[in-house]
């Protein structure tokens, strides 16, 4: 959410896609410490990404639950947080941030 702020500030809009805001790809994963670790690695826990439809006036980043983390978040599923600050979920779950 920082690095879009600054984002918005400096180009009068959000970004579309992870790379412009400095990650190396539209997607990125990282493992239960929260190192970033490739999105094919077995031990990714989550991708986070952009949802379809970021514009430079809106946006969502959705952290989707990976491997053995999916099994654990299976009531929460993807947690979801929008430009405005307002957070979802995917699931049934009601205690998922």
Known sequence: MDRQAQYYVDNK???TDLADLG???STFAIDRGGKEVATTSGDRTY???LAD?????????EV???LGQATKDAKCGTLSITHTGVKSV???GTDCW
């Open 23 to 25: 990650w190396g790809a």
């Open 64 to 66: 989707v639950p990976q």
């Open 13 to 15: 809009g959000f970004a």
């Open 90 to 92: 995917s699931g049934a």
């Open 53 to 61: 439809g970021a514009s430079a006036t809106a946006f969502t980043v």
């Open 47 to 49: 991708v986070i990404g």
